[in-house]
């Protein structure tokens, strides 16, 4: 049996068999690599301004943090498969929409921070669109499928992630709080549709293959990784599979990775794509906004069962 790869593609020139590379890990583990974007300078500003934030004083960041009204902001105790990640987020939407950017909590006292994600989240929406026609051409999808699977700038969503050696949040204040997870970040899927990921030099991220293998996703300079998400796997009726990636606790040197997640519009139903489903979907039409609505909820706190997932709305085989 073949080993499982990470393939590389490159927007230049994805040839025929870089489509097929991408087809066979889409249908094996959800992640591949993209070169050739033409954003690097932007992606630089990025992350100097990312290193700037977690760097500043805790009082800057604990000033925008995150509650139950708003999940836009600061965290550092979110929760995957009911553990505490060994991270601290801080998360926001769409600034050029007067709309959503109502809904941002931007750090007072770091100058340039802001112009500088505003930059990214254009640079990120622009390449969403871009790895998902990747992604289409190597599933087959005709233009009429492809309007029923899109991208919604105003609906992703950007996040900063900080793994520190070691627990995110002050000794001080650990009472009460769940546990560590045994990774710095538990084994899960991106809600979405496909998830744009900057990562540093330091490693860590896996993905696990279709056989239960873990794959390093090495980190590739001036790369971008890319995830499959529910609504993918979904919209393709199991043939390409949301990734299930975790990430390793830290030993030696902090991690920074941004996640551009790319979803849906807020009010779309996700079905199984009909040229995909071949008049058997195996899973249920459900709104996008309640999915996304549960799984948020549940990286916020304990609710006592697991979180929720895209089998919730899976169709049970006859017999």
């Known amino acids: 049996m073949a080993v499982p790869t990470v393939p590389t593609v490159d927007l230049r020139d994805p040839d025929p068999a870089a489509l097929r590379a991408l087809d066979a890990a889409c249908a094996d583990h959800g992640f591949f690599l993209l070169e050739g974007h033409g954003c690097t300078d932007t992606f630089v500003r990025a992350w100097d301004a990312t290193r700037r934030f ?44 007067a709309r959503t950017d109502a809904h941002n909590r931007w750090p007072v006292g770091l100058p340039g921070f802001r112009d500088a994600m505003a930059e990214l989240y254009d640079a990120l929406s622009a390449l969403a669109d871009r790895a998902l026609d990747l992604v289409l051409d190597a599933a087959g999808v005709s233009a009429g499928g492809r309007e029923r699977l899109r991208c919604s700038r105003r609906g992703s969503s950007i996040r900063l992630n900080h793994y520190p050696v070691g627990d995110p949040v002050p000794a ?37 293959a279709r056989d239960g293998r873990w794959l390093d996703v090495v980190p590739r300079a001036d790369a971008i990784v890319v995830n499959l998400g529910d609504c993918m796997q979904a ?56 999915f996304s609505d549960a799984r948020a909820y549940d990286n916020f706190t304990d609710l006592g069962v697991d979180d929720a997932q895209v089998s919730d709305y899976r169709i049970a085989a006859p017999g």
């Open 172 to 208: 001080a204040e650990r009472e009460g709080l769940a546990a560590l997870g045994e990774t710095a970040l538990g084994h899960h899927t991106d809600p979405g549709i496909l998830t744009l990921l900057l990562q540093d030099e330091v490693g860590g991220l896996q993905t696990r």
């Open 54 to 97: 977690f760097a500043a004083d805790r009082a800057l960041r604990v000033a925008i943090m995150r509650d139950r009204d708003n999940p836009m902001g600061y965290f550092d105790r979110e929760l995957t498969k009911r553990r505490r990640d060994h991270k601290e987020v801080f998360d926001f939407v769409d600034p050029a929409s």
């Open 235 to 290: 919209a393709t009726n199991d043939a390409y599979r949301a990734a299930v990636h975790r990430v390793l606790p830290m030993t030696a040197r902090s991690r920074y990775s941004i996640p551009y997640f790319g979803n849906p519009p807020r009010d779309a139903m996700v079905e199984p794509l009909a040229e995909l489903a071949a008049g058997a979907p195996r899973y249920r039409p459900f709104a996008w906004r309640d």
